[in-house]
């Protein structure tokens, strides 16, 4: 289990950076955070893109008008909630998510990426 971070900064524009307990410091930019969005919704719909690449798009996900994070909430002691811009507000990132999709850190060969457990 992961130690909740040290410190959070939420830069609404680009993204969060998480300053972690063991002194790694994470930056997840807004569109990932989006992306690998822990949500049932967002899970369903990386499947379905899994499956068919040609899978059309919500339209919230086409739009032409950047996404910036709106908000973020500590959910307890073990997540953060984060509401973006198009609306999404109902994926809880938990510590242990957030390292695992950690856009810069090297693959573990122990662990498959967020859609894997």
């Known amino acids: 289990m992961t ?3 040290r410190h959070l900064e939420l830069d609404r524009a680009h993204g ?4 972690w307990a063991d002194g790694r410091v994470s930056a997840y930019p807004t569109e990932h955070l ?3 969005s822990p949500s049932a919704e967002a899970r ?3 499947e379905e893109l899994e499956r068919n690449p040609l899978a059309v798009l919500p339209a919230s996900a086409n739009s032409d008008v950047p996404l910036h994070a709106v908000d973020a909430e500590l959910v307890g002691t073990y997540a953060v909630r984060i509401r973006f811009s198009d609306g999404h507000d109902t994926g809880i990132y ?3 998510y957030l390292r695992s999709i950690d856009p810069d850190a090297p693959p573990r ?5 967020p859609d894997h457990d």
């Open 3 to 5: 130690a909740p971070p």
């Open 16 to 19: 969060l950076i998480v300053h």
């Open 34 to 36: 989006r992306r690998f």
């Open 44 to 46: 369903q719909l990386r």
């Open 94 to 96: 938990s510590w242990d």
């Open 109 to 113: 060969p122990d662990e498959g990426g």
